[in-house]
Nanobody, 124 residues
Framework: QALLVESGGGLVQPGGSLRLSCTAS????????IAWFRQAPGKEREGISC????????WYTDSVKGRFTISRGNVKNTIYLTMNNLKPEDTAVYYC?????????????????WGQGAQVTVSS
């Protein structure tokens, strides 16, 4: 049974940084597309970053470009989202996802496996 678990969320001041981790069991994320999504209060879930299976394609939504970085860990089946210069509008529940598709023009599509979410709150 597939299980993805996020960690590293929390409360941070504007301008601060956080790194979210996502570790999978029961499936592999190696050589498969990976993605991060978020859902802010009262808003629909949105894809914010993805990478294809070879990391040849990395996509970011405009609002996080230059501030967020998606990466794979040296530890097997672990991925990260490094978030810098956080803003109050980044406050949301963040979800990792695996084994979908990452397109350079439209981002993440068709991810079947999801984590349970990690809360990130940016506030002074």
């Amino acid at each position: 049974q597939a299980l993805l678990v996020e960690s590293g969320g929390g409360l941070v001041q504007p301008g601060g940084s956080l790194r979210l981790s996502c570790t999978a069991s029961g499936i592999t994320m190696d050589y498969y597309a990976i993605a991060w999504f978020r859902q802010a209060p009262g808003k629909e879930r949105e894809g914010i970053s993805c990478a294809d299976g070879t990391d040849g394609i990395k996509w970011y939504t405009d609002s996080v470009k230059g501030r967020f970085t998606i990466s794979r860990g040296n530890v097997k089946n672990t991925i990260y989202l490094t978030m810098n210069n956080l803003k109050p509008e980044d406050t949301a529940v963040y979800y990792c996802a695996a084994q979908g598709f990452c397109y350079s023009e439209i981002g993440p599509v068709g991810f079947p496996y999801w984590g349970q979410g990690a809360q990130v709150t940016v506030s002074s």
